[in-house]
């Protein structure tokens, strides 16, 4: 889920209760990844209410570096069904490796309420795999949807879905709740699926886009990939193909950042010149939306338009 790290967390560590600390990379890192966390006060507004009510963002789960933007944008993106993967993908920072939480009851509540203190006007909805659950937790993104709606009638949602195990019958639940949006991320190029996303599939997760696009045409969708995993430039414009050919709309290019030695280590530090080269292939392929940068992540001015 596009989940790698602030580069100033690489040096720092992660602590669970109750586990060792795990230990983290001590690398110098190119001077483009090097960036400012953003005003303490756009994050302490909204550190303060999400943990006030007990809910969770990706932004913060993740430290994403673009999170003091995108709060300041009043953009955010909520992380429902808890904090705990059921997977244990091997470049992701979000919790795994024990049981998930039971579903909270006042969860879409609580994000609705969020969304209202905090004037957003752009949500993104996303989520750890919830294998656990029946339907993989497609009928709690509905729920969420329509409790943000009614408390917020002028937010648009986007949702970012992990892949229900390639059950076409959920991902058509959530399509049918007329995001914004629906994105899903391929996250690498199809010859590094197995070791950097275990229990994802390429194939599948071209599946998910392409099913909302029979559900309904009119709603964009879209995908990300993490750069670094050791893909090459001409893998990387295959899967661009492979995603205009199912009519994807939409794409993000990001740097991979290790998290811990615990993850995979960093093959690449793609420079920005290639980011900017490989945006434009993007955009001369047909895709209308685009974002590409080291720091870029899956929800990086998602509200957007080109």
């Given at each position: ?5 602030t580069p ?51 932004c913060e ?132 699926q197995r ?112």
């Amino acid at each position: 889920m596009n989940s790698s790290p602030t580069p100033s967390s690489i040096s720092t560590g992660s602590t669970s209760k109750g586990a060792p600390k795990r230990r983290s990379p001590l690398v110098t890192l190119p001077p483009w990844l090097r960036r400012s966390i953003g005003k303490a006060s756009e994050l302490s507004t909204v550190q303060r209410i999400i943990k006030q009510r007990n809910i969770h963002t990706i932004c913060e789960e993740g430290r994403c570096p673009n999170r003091a933007e995108c709060y300041a944008q009043k953009t955010a993106t909520f992380l429902l069904m808890g904090p705990t993967c059921t997977r244990a993908c091997a470049f992701c920072q979000v919790d795994k490796g024990h049981a998930p939480m039971p579903l909270d009851p006042e969860e879409p509540r609580k994000v609705g309420e969020a969304v209202q203190l905090l004037g957003l006007k752009y949500v993104v909805l996303t989520s750890v795999a919830r294998d656990d659950l029946p339907d993989g937790g497609a009928g709690w993104f509905v729920t969420v949807m329509e409790q943000v709606r009614t408390m917020n009638p002028g937010t648009e949602i986007e949702v970012l879905t992990p892949d229900f195990r390639g059950k076409r019958e959920l991902v058509v639940e959530v399509a049918r709740g007329n995001p914004a949006c629906y994105n899903h991320n391929v996250e690498t190029v199809k010859r590094l699926q197995r070791p950097v996303r275990r229990g994802g599939k390429y194939d599948r997760s071209l599946d998910v886009l392409r099913w909302v696009k029979e559900v309904n045409p009119e709603i964009p969708t879209k995908s990300g990939l993490m750069l670094g995993h050791g893909e090459t430039e001409a893998e990387i414009i295959e899967t661009l193909a492979d995603l205009r050919a199912i009519n994807c709309d939409r794409i993000t290019l990001g740097q991979y950042m290790r998290p811990s030695l615990d993850h995979l280590p960093v093959q690449k530090y793609w420079h920005p010149d290639e980011f900017e080269k490989l945006g434009n292939i993007a955009r001369e392929m047909g895709f209308a939306h685009v974002r590409s940068g080291p720091l870029v992540r899956s929800s990086y001015h998602a509200g957007e338009e080109e």
